[in-house]
Every structure is written in C-alpha cells, then in structure tokens.
C-alpha cells in the first residue's frame, strides 16, 4: 500500500471540515492520490470539494488531473490552480480547456517517454518534474534539459522532485510559485 494509505475510494467529509478551520493561509493539495475527474469519483464529491475551495479563498488550493479538459465543467474558484499530469504518449491528447481561468501547471511525473513540451506556453505558471517511483525509473537527462530550456522561455519556476537526485549532476531546481 503506497504511502500506508487505504487505496478505498471515499469522501471523507471530516477530512474537508479541517480546510475550514484552518486560520493560517495554506496550500491545500487536493486528491492527492485519486483522479479527481474519473468516472468511479461521484460528481457529488467533486461538487462538495470545490465549494469548499471556493468557501476558503483565504488558502490556495492545487489540484491535478491527467484529464484536464474537465476542469471546464466545473465552477473552480479563483484561489485553486489546476494541474494537468503528462506521464508519456498517452498523455499528448490531453490540454487544458481555454476557457479556464485558472492558474496552470503542468507535472511531468512520471517522466518516462518524450516531454510534450508543447503544451508550455505563457499560460503555464509552474513545472514539476519527477521520475518515476515504483519500480524506479530514471528520465533521460536530456528530456529534464528541454524541459528547464522551455520553463527558462516562458519564465516558469520549476520543482524538481528529490527522486531526480541520482541522475541530475546540477543542484536540483526546487521553486514554488508565488
């Protein structure tokens, strides 16, 4: 069982009640571990998450999907960023619909196959970059190099995950975005 977690699909209406009471202003990453937009996720519990969001503008919230386009079927607050993961060839049929307003960012996790570096554009406000974990598998070193080329283009801050630290020969690039 990754990170000792119950792998069971719930919505564990306790969990989202703490967003609420929470005083300081947080990053708040939501669905880390399930995809958000897939057809076994009732859109009862996507409709309760993002009102919470948009019910706490005073935290910024991350959300991440290898199915993107969704995020145009759903009001998402002003104070959530919207993630799309591309983790290889299947992923090059997926963008972010134009019509979301939200700030972007893009998760090259697992990079295992040829970076789609055209999905960056000015659009895009941040970049994770990570290999893959289990089993392990290194990303070619030139793939993180077009990657940080096209991310030094466009301005974007980049995080490179700590498992890049066995194939990276530089000092691993760890910004966040404001």
């Known amino acids: 069982m990754r990170f ?3 792998p069971t699909i719930r919505f564990d209406g306790k969990e989202l009640e703490q967003i609420y009471k929470l005083k300081k202003p947080s990053r708040i990453f939501m669905c880390s571990t399930h995809e958000i937009f897939g057809n076994w996720i009732p859109d009862e519990w996507r409709l309760k998450i993002f009102q919470a969001a948009e019910d706490n503008p005073q935290h910024t919230f991350l959300f991440l999907s290898k199915i993107p386009l969704r ?7 002003h104070n959530c960023w919207v993630g799309m993961t591309m983790a290889g060839k299947e992923s090059f049929e997926y963008n972010f619909h134009p019509a979301v307003p939200n700030k972007k960012f893009i998760s090259f996790e697992p990079l295992n196959d040829i970076p789609y570096i055209w999905k960056i554009d000015e659009s895009i406000k941040h970049i994770i970059i990570g290999a ?36 990276w020969r530089h000092k691993l690039i760890q910004e966040l975005p404001e």
Do not use: C, G, H
């Open 4 to 6: 000792k977690l119950d």
């Open 71 to 77: 995020y145009v079927l759903y009001r998402i607050s």
């Open 132 to 167: 893959q974990t289990q089993p392990y598998k290194a990303p070619k070193e030139e793939w993180i190099e077009l990657i940080l080329d096209t991310a030094d283009r466009y301005n974007i801050p980049v995080f490179m995950k700590d498992n890049l630290k066995t194939i």
